[in-house]
């Protein structure tokens, strides 16, 4: 019954306004933007121009794909096939790391007062985030 008492005030209206916008530029990007067609081009750049810095260019590009959730499958197999499976997973590895990383740690900072704004509204979220900072998870 919570679920159902809401108001629609002219900001909350904005918003899903602006959500269904973004899911609509996402979705049709996807469908009209070669992304598979750019990260293959990108794959053979790095590996007939870049010779051996190839493997450390392509972990670098791993960084903000995986900070941004893009799905990097076309790169991980790229990588592994190009640069040979031990190279090519040690600059996969790299890369996802250090954008799990880097993701990690925005979340934990800037997102963070963007999910307490939100957990005002949930006492129960609220009191649980509150455990967690204390203490952390307990076995």
Known sequence: MGLLN???TCASVFRIILFLFLIAAISIACIFFPIEKI????????????????????AIAYIPLTIVAVPASVLTLGGGYLFGLPV?????SLGATIGATAAFILGRTIGR????SKLQN?????AVAIAIQTSGFKA
């Open 39 to 58: 990260l293959k081009d990108f794959l053979l750049w790095l590996k007939q121009d870049l010779g051996p810095w190839g493997p450390l260019v392509l």
């Open 122 to 126: 949930y006492p129960k979220f609220q």
């Open 113 to 116: 007062s963007y999910v307490n």
């Open 88 to 92: 090519g997973f040690l600059a996969d």
């Open 6 to 8: 809401f108001k629609l």
